[in-house]
């Protein structure tokens, strides 16, 4: 069963520090996986798109990594502001598009 | 362009009543989609079209819900009737193409049924 698992569930951190969500899947076959940032009252904003051959990509202060070998994914955030805080979503395209349930951050001052 | 479109923001309906919401894609997006979002459960498809036909509908979750999207520029989510347990934010998405490029989210509909 094609599956996309994020941890944490629920992330808290102070403003400046930086962090980094998972992203664990067994959807096969793999096309791409997208990271969605979503804010609260709003629609999911795509982040980045990780492909099978991609290891990294930046956004800012977003950076996306893939290891498809393994089938993880993490989004690390540097220098956290208070506007990250959002929830960020892991969808993966196999044969159908597969939604992660997501990691709610939330940055304090 | 404005992006995607939804209408109500907002919709708090009693249980059996009618609802349907509004959707109007960004121009020249061939793909579009409904998504229902709940805390338990997150984002789930129900059903996307291309070119205005319906293409996948498995999403669904049952008879009550219905989707139709008469022309280029308009889509319907009709759900009767009405359930407590379908309480959730109802997205409409639109995309160029057929890879599930980019899908550009609108606001949502936060539905409450009573």
């Known amino acids: 069963k094609n599956q996309v698992e994020q941890s944490p569930q629920s992330l808290i951190i102070l403003e400046g520090k930086n962090c980094t969500l998972q992203c664990n899947y067994t959807v096969s076959p793999f096309s791409n996986l997208r990271w969605y940032k979503q804010d609260t009252g709003r629609g999911p904003v795509s982040l980045t798109i990780?492909?099978?051959?991609?290891n990294t990509k930046s956004n800012g202060r977003y950076t996306a990594t893939l290891d498809a070998d393994t089938k993880q994914s993490s989004l690390h955030i540097t220098a956290s502001q208070l506007s990250d805080s959002a929830s960020y979503i892991c969808v993966v395209k196999g044969e159908k598009l597969t939604f992660g349930t997501g990691t709610r951050l939330t940055i304090i001052p | 362009d404005a992006g995607v479109i939804q209408s109500p923001r907002h919709e708090v309906t009693e249980m059996g009543q009618e609802v349907t919401l509004r959707c109007k894609p960004i121009?020249?997006?061939?793909?579009l989609f409904w998504y229902r979002q709940t805390m338990m459960r997150g984002l789930e498809l129900l059903i996307y079209?291309?070119?205005?036909?319906?293409?996948?509908d498995s999403g669904m979750p049952e008879d009550r819900f219905s989707a139709k999207m008469p022309n280029a520029s308009f889509s319907t989510l009709k759900i009767q009737p009405s359930e407590p347990r379908d309480s959730a934010v109802y997205f409409c998405?639109?995309?160029?193409?057929?890879?599930?490029?980019?899908?550009?989210f609108g606001p949502g509909t936060r539905l409450t049924v009573t």
């Open positions: 990780m492909t099978f051959s991609e």
């Open positions: 998405a639109s995309s160029l193409d057929r890879g599930f490029s980019e899908q550009y």
């Open positions: 079209f291309n070119n205005n036909v319906p293409i996948d």
């Open positions: 121009s020249g997006h061939d793909y």
